[in-house]
């Protein structure tokens, strides 16, 4: 079965800025509606953000990515026949998007480093409504969560990078060998050399979540070495480690989810991870071997609860700041 591709109602530039998180309010309902308009066009946007990632990651070359958005327009004009006016689009939006990567992002480098150098504990992001994507002069990469804000140290003596967070983020460090990275939240410190991590402060737990590398959080008088898919959380003035899908406790900042084998009380407390929700489980003993495999995208909380209802085949519904799971 082909798909039919819906891309005659969105501004592609918004699709973008939405990726990047960088989309107003107005635009990420765009984005959304669009998104739940048709099964193929949030395929479409899994397609968009794959490449974007890939080459942000990467630093894929502009000509590598144009290829891949090439291939993109080949499955549209195979599925939905688009004019050629359309094709042309979407290479102009491919350009525009290497662009950004490669140029804009050394611009913003440049801008940052010649602007004047900010004060100890300079506030990097005051709380916000939305993600904020920020880039630090050595190219470290952090996205803070809605409610979160963070302060940087001044660095331009060429001592220690450091932020303080209140809240929530995800960090993708530069590695520097002579400079270690550390964040500083109210019951732990965590450095690192160069890895991804999420740090995660609420009312319950402070706690961070290995992506990659390996980092070392202290908190009273403790000291530990986390490595990828660990976890380090505060419990009664402790440092307490288990295995986790550190995916998912990033997948706040941009709504992509990829559930492995993942259990009804693992869901739980990530939504109270990553949003904040009290969630409760009637006839928890009907999901007590229920487990869910696949990728969604979350872009609010009807996405959320129709993605959830879906995959645990169950009836799930929020009420005030509450998530209810129930068996249908």
Not at 17 to 34: C, H, L, N, P
Not at 41 to 54: G, P, S
Not at 114 to 130: C, E, I, R, S, Y
Not at 184 to 206: A, E
Request: charged content about 20%; glycine content about 6%; proline content about 5%.
């Amino acid at each position: 079965m082909s798909l039919h591709y819906n891309t005659n109602d969105l501004d592609y530039s918004i699709l973008i800025k939405f990726i990047e998180g960088q989309a107003s309010r107005e635009e990420t309902a765009e984005v959304v509606a669009w998104l739940q308009a048709s099964p193929s066009n949030q395929a479409l946007y899994f397609q968009v953000k794959d490449i974007f990632d890939q080459q942000l990651a990467a630093k894929i070359p502009a000509t590598a990515a144009e290829e891949s958005w090439r291939q993109v327009t080949k499955k549209l004009s195979a599925s939905s026949q688009p004019t050629p006016v359309r094709r042309l689009g979407w290479l102009k939006v491919a350009a525009a998007i290497a662009i950004l990567l490669l140029v804009g992002g050394t611009v913003t480098y440049l801008l940052t480093r010649t602007a004047p150098q900010p004060a100890p504990l300079a506030v990097l992001v005051a709380k916000k409504t939305t993600v904020q994507t920020i880039l630090l002069p050595d190219s470290t990469r952090i996205w803070v969560k809605p409610g979160s804000s963070l302060k940087m140290q001044d660095t331009k003596d060429g001592g220690t990078r450091e932020v303080w967070l209140e809240g929530s983020a995800y960090f993708e460090v530069v590695k520097k060998a002579t400079q270690p990275f550390t964040v500083h939240i109210p019951d732990m410190t965590v450095t690192v050399l160069g890895t991804s991590f999420t740090v995660n402060d609420d009312q319950r737990h402070s706690m961070v979540v290995v992506n990659t590398g390996l980092i070392k959080a202290t908190a009273f008088q403790q000291e530990l070495l986390l490595h990828p898919g660990e976890r380090g959380k505060i419990v009664d003035n402790k440092i307490l480690t288990d295995r986790i899908n550190p995916q998912l406790y990033a997948a706040w900042k941009d709504g992509n989810y990829k559930f492995e084998n993942t259990s009804v009380g693992e869901i739980k407390e990530l939504l109270h991870a990553n949003y904040g929700y009290e969630v409760e489980i009637l006839q928890p003993q009907k999901f007590r071997d229920t487990r869910i495999s696949g990728r969604v995208l979350i872009t609010d909380e009807v996405s959320l609860c129709n993605a959830l209802s879906a995959m645990l085949e169950a009836d799930v519904h929020k009420t005030g700041n509450r998530i209810i799971i129930q068996p249908k």
